[in-house]
């Protein structure tokens, strides 16, 4: 960890042809940081070092301390090893959070192989897909997956199926519990376990205690080697995969460390956020165990399992998005449950509304503050400062050893300060391209190593970069660029709206009319065309008032709680 007097200012701003060099600002983190040349497994590996008694995983009440872990890692890394998972290797994992996943990803990453991560709700169709684009031979998944997993052999390279009983990571006491021929117990089992079908093999009779482990002399892969095939969330198509080194996710641990300025041993990290997302798998098995944290794990994100947590391992810091956030404050508000232990939460994917951060700065005494990234940048390129410098409705600033620039999307030439452009990174987080696709690879990454982010912003003179848009998204009506979010943050605040999407349908000459699909909070009976207009009206341009109003139920939402645009739109247009 730096201190206090090397951190001095931030990372580098390009825009305008100009680079921000401003006066030191120590409040905000540090310009640089040193990345080890090392893999990720060396991370764990240092960590049972240094704190071999520390607990390095709570799932529901069932703990490893980090001895504990790299012990079991070392098993599965030679179960895999004697099932010939060779460097380079991709092997899937679709696991829901539990101990068993934080395992499984560190010991194929510690043989040199390359973990691809899946979402084990999954439908059959999804999955096939990318174990088929991936060429994954070994899949180590859920036992609810196991069937699908076993189906996709047939169409993909897939050979070998590894079934995990997930109730096996939870204390002895519920494992008992489950075999009670009781309602609860029946409903929890049927929840996480599933007859597995011939041909899977059993994790735990791998991975057995006693078994043969990895010998320490083992070779750890090279920090150039590729670490993991993370698939992007598919909001613009088809989920491609990213190919992520070593080096980008070790980077991205470090400077997220660095940035928060963490000690290592000492916090207690609340692992809700899906591990088999970047945002998840970054801060939680990345950052989480290379900095000695306890990672409590949950299996989903339940506000009451959360607060029942909060009880007897109080937490320090609180990756999320925003729903998550507003809902474990007022369960824990409602529940007497103090959140002072908690330093800060990180928030991102979606914008971080002003109320929900205050509500949880007036809760925890610390910081609610806000980050930017993408999946190709492992994921987290921009933050705000962990002060009281942190800018409500602001991405934040670049990261240690992170430049950005903002360019007109056609020319990529750089705009003038504070006008609006494309948001350009360029950094040791950044990805080296998309698996088996050298067209979109070169669309997206520019030969000087700035990758095309695709988002519209806007820069200020001290470097907060705020978002106004995604470019695929915005909507042109009569020639007029119309940028989606702009107008749902006006709609947002209309009494009865609880929700809504702003997305542009065909509409002949005009190109795209700008249509509301909007939720109702039950508060007014109905909401009028005419209404939302004149509400819209008093602050966004006559152009951008939405000329079509579509009632809905709910919006789709990605599996962290972002807005599906792409599929209200073509919702939508399958409904005329």
Known sequence: MLSADSQETYASVSYGGVVNATAPRPEFGPLTVTIPDESVPHGLTAAATAWPDRIAVDFLRATLTYAELDAQVARAAQALLDLGVEPGDRVAIALPNCTTHVVAFYAVLRIGGVVVEHNPTYTATQLVHQLSDSGARVAIVWEKVARAAL???????????????VAGDLPRG??????????AARATRDALRADVPAGALRWERLVRRGGPALPASHPYPASSD???LQYTGGTTGTPKGAVL?????VANAVQCAEWTRTVGGTETLYGALPFFHAFGLTLCLGYGIRTGATLVIFPKFDPAALVSAQKRRPGTFLPAVPPMIDRFTTAAREAGVALTSFRFAFSGAMALPEATAQAWEEATGGYAIEGYGMTETSPVALGNPVSAERRAGALGVPFPDTEIRVVDAESLEDVEPGARGELLLRGPQVFSGYWNRPEETAHQLLEDGWLRTGDVVTVDEAGFVTLVD??????VTGGFKVYPSQVEDRLREMPGVADVAVVGMPAGDLGEKVVAAIVLDGTVPAISLAELRAWAAESVASYAVPRELVVVTELPRSI?????????????????
């Open 174 to 183: 519920s494992q008992l519990a489950l075999r009670l021929p009781v309602r």
């Open 560 to 576: 962290i709680g972002k807005v599906l645009r792409r599929v209200v739109r073509d919702d939508l247009d399958a409904s005329r």
């Open 245 to 249: 080194t070593h080096r980008n996710l």
């Open 151 to 165: 189906g996709a052999r047939t169409s993909s390279p897939l050979t070998t199926v590894i079934a995990v009983n």
């Open 226 to 228: 590729v670490a993991l």
């Open 470 to 475: 995604r470019i695929k998204e915005m909507i």
